[in-house]
């Protein structure tokens, strides 16, 4: 059997994707998936871990949450990957959690801009109360919300924290997730 091919030994074993990609259903929770993440995610391996993200979506499993423990690394292609899992995921009425960053990945994401757009926890029970809360941080904080450029007023529309660019006059706007808007 090929690194590539899915593995599950039994029903209550988890399914191995491989030795660095293993998910764990979650029973109380329903459609919840928990995936430990181990190595990297890079331009090698993400088509097949986006492919995989994507028939476990398609399959109804819509709450997904990523161990990140023993992630050490993960490229632009990578977040690219979790990017498109994530509007996927949202489309469907779901989300995804990420706990146990370590430093090194955690920075990746602030330096692209990720950090804001993403949910992350530090734990699995926090991460598992943003499903059973039924909401996110930012939906109890008004998102989706219009906002107004502070440079040429043209009014936004923005579905959550983040950094955006003005479509009128290109300035590059930061949203904290208060809804606070601060330039760069």
């Not at 391996?45 to 979506?57: E, G, L």
């Amino acid at each position: 059997m090929s690194k590539n091919e899915m593995v599950q030994e039994s029903e209550d074993e988890p399914l191995v994707l491989r030795e660095d990609m293993v998910i764990k259903r979650m029973d109380p929770l329903e459609g919840c998936l928990i995936v430990h993440l181990a190595g990297y995610i890079d331009t090698y391996n993400a088509d097949y871990f986006h492919k995989r993200m994507v028939t476990s979506i398609e399959a109804g499993h819509t709450k997904l949450i990523f161990q990140c423990k023993e992630l050490t690394y993960v490229s632009s292609t990578g977040i690219g990957s979790f990017s498109s899992i994530l509007k996927l995921v949202t489309s469907q009425g779901g989300n995804m959690v990420f706990f146990d960053l370590q430093p090194k990945v955690y920075d990746v994401f602030q330096l692209l801009g990720f950090a804001e757009v993403f949910t992350i926890k530090n734990t699995l029970d926090a991460s598992l109360a943003v499903f059973r809360d039924g909401s996110s941080e930012e939906s109890k904080q008004g998102y989706p919300r219009s906002i107004v450029c502070p440079v040429c007023a043209n009014s936004l529309h923005s579905v959550h924290s983040g950094r955006f660019r003005c479509s009128v006059c290109k300035t590059i706007l930061a949203i904290d997730k208060q809804g606070q808007i601060f330039l760069g």
